[in-house]
């Protein structure tokens, strides 16, 4: 599939993959979450090829998930700093976290997630704003022209 | 990058990337969240090629996110149907299309969410589940080994 089909989908989930729908674009927006920034400390952390690791980066600063911003002048050295736009995106890769901690290990996880001033833990959980009900335990439907045609509900396990 | 390495990371979005790490893959997830099972129905919504749509829907079977179910014995048919496993990435998807639907567009979202019983608007935000408070009002640190020399905070669009 190639990335423009993605970006002219109407749909924002298509849209978004195009920006992120890519393992080491989402482990690159991980280490950018925790704080990293240069280019060969994600070079260290991830082990990816110089070349993959300057398009994924090139991408996301077009994207302007990212922005790369001088920090040194002699020799020329840069950061890669998140944008508002990229920082929007980490209650996604939060909750990806917290559905592999859930779903694909039998460990205990290796990350918690704690609150800086208090050191409490915290646990992301989906709500609905207006009313604080967990997602889970509502029945959601989309509605729209890209869903039209689909029944709402989702599939469920029984063969009926 | 082998999917292999992913999924022997010790990081829980590593591992989640291995399962839902590709475009393809999150847009039939998509569309098994609207309601889609039937292999016909993936084909037509998405224009993906036979091959690889039978590739990735063996994929998300053997990783237990969808279930193949036989619906007709003659001539022999079968459906594909979330798992639990595959239930609870719904929060990631609907975080993922509000991402695309506040960053990525310049006109309304073609898709909105409601409640099935009452037609209320549903307007999904990840909040700590102990307090309530928005993610994004909480400065949150990732604490663990895969974090390591990583400081918690995260990158700033300021210089240094």
Chains 1, 2 share one sequence.
Not at 82 to 109: I, Q, S
């Amino acid at each position: 599939m190639r990335r423009t089909q993605l970006d002219q989908n109407p749909c924002s989930i298509a849209k978004a993959l195009d920006v992120v729908g890519d393992p080491w674009t989402m482990l690159i927006l991980r280490d950018a979450l925790l704080g990293v920034t240069r280019f060969e400390d994600f070079t260290t952390r991830l082990g990816i090829p110089r070349a993959t690791l300057t398009a994924r980066l090139d991408h996301l600063c077009e994207r302007e998930v990212l922005e790369k911003v001088p920090y040194q002048d002699h020799p020329p050295r840069s950061e890669y700093l998140l944008t508002p736009k990229g920082e929007a995106l980490r209650p996604v890769v939060v909750l990806l976290m917290r559905w592999g901690d859930e779903w694909l290990r039998d460990d205990d996880p290796p990350t918690r997630l704690e609150e800086v001033d208090t050191g409490r833990p915290v646990d992301p959980v989906v709500v609905d704003r207006a009313t604080g009900i967990p997602l889970d335990a509502l029945e959601v439907r989309a509605v729209g022209p890209v869903t039209t045609g689909i029944a709402g509900r989702p599939a469920s396990r029984s063969t009926n």
